[in-house]
């Protein structure tokens, strides 16, 4: 995985903003500007969405707006910008923290969380990023007198 610059900004856009993009190619793609977490960053995060959820689970609607008022406000002590964001009604906002709950719902609150605890990386990021990477000098597949158990490399291992 890569990691961003701990002193830079990761760009992150949620899954409404990439339709937007995909629908609306014209437009420069809205995004939003976050500050690189520091792991101490990432678990006080990590533990407002989990009491989010929990709240969620439990059905305790106090526990769950205190959970989201938490993460909003890490979020916006940690944003750094924004590009081309829109509101609900399809205005153009210019960027202030304070905007926030203005351009997101709940449900993008917690998916933006989500974003910012990875650095940015979607699911499928992700599940790119722990694929591991093709080798040009393996061998493409088993040899064909090899058993059920062989593996690449088994030979050198012998």
């Not at 899954?15 to 500007?33: S, V």
Request: glycine residues 6%; hydrophobic residues 35%.
């Amino acid at each position: 995985m890569i990691q961003p610059d701990p002193n830079g900004s990761v760009r992150i856009q949620t899954t409404r903003q990439r339709a937007y993009a995909e629908a609306h190619p014209a437009h420069a793609a809205p995004c939003f500007y976050f500050r690189a977490l520091s792991r101490r960053d990432t678990k006080q995060l990590t533990g407002a969405v989990r009491d989010m959820y929990a709240a969620q689970r439990t059905g305790d609607a106090d526990e769950a707006i205190d959970a989201i008022d938490k993460i909003e406000a890490f979020l916006k002590a940690n944003l750094r910008g924004w590009q081309n964001v829109r509101d609900f009604e399809g205005n153009l906002v210019s960027y202030d923290p304070e905007e926030l709950d203005r351009v997101i719902n709940d449900q993008e609150m917690g998916e933006l969380a989500m974003l910012v605890r990875v650095g940015g990386m979607t699911e499928d990021d992700l599940k790119k990023s722990d694929s591991p990477s093709p080798s040009p000098t393996a061998p493409a597949a088993h040899p064909a007198n090899a058993g059920p158990d062989a593996h690449p490399g088994a030979a050198s291992q012998a």
